[in-house]
């Protein structure tokens, strides 16, 4: 049986919009957010992750999506399914 999901909260507890118009759930929450996104490293780990992705050495998402639907179908034809 399931247990039951307790890290889930009401709609009430839902923090106002930010500048974004994203709902943070705490103020803590946003603070981390904000500490994270004034992190330089941060913005460097993007840039260099994009950079790779251009280069060709990562997979975009929808690669990786195209790669897992072969493998399903692959797998899927392998057991007659």
Do not use: C
Request: hydrophobic fraction near 40%.
């Amino acid at each position: 049986m399931n247990k039951p999901v307790p890290d889930l909260r009401p709609d009430d507890d839902l923090g106002p919009p930010d500048e974004h118009g994203l709902q943070i759930w705490s103020p803590a929450e946003a603070e981390a957010i904000a500490r994270l996104q004034a992190d330089p490293e941060f913005w460097a780990g993007l840039e260099e992750a994009e950079e790779d992705v251009r280069a060709g050495r990562l997979y975009t998402s929808e690669e990786v999506a195209a790669h897992m639907a072969e493998l399903k179908q692959r797998w899927r034809a392998e057991r007659g399914l």
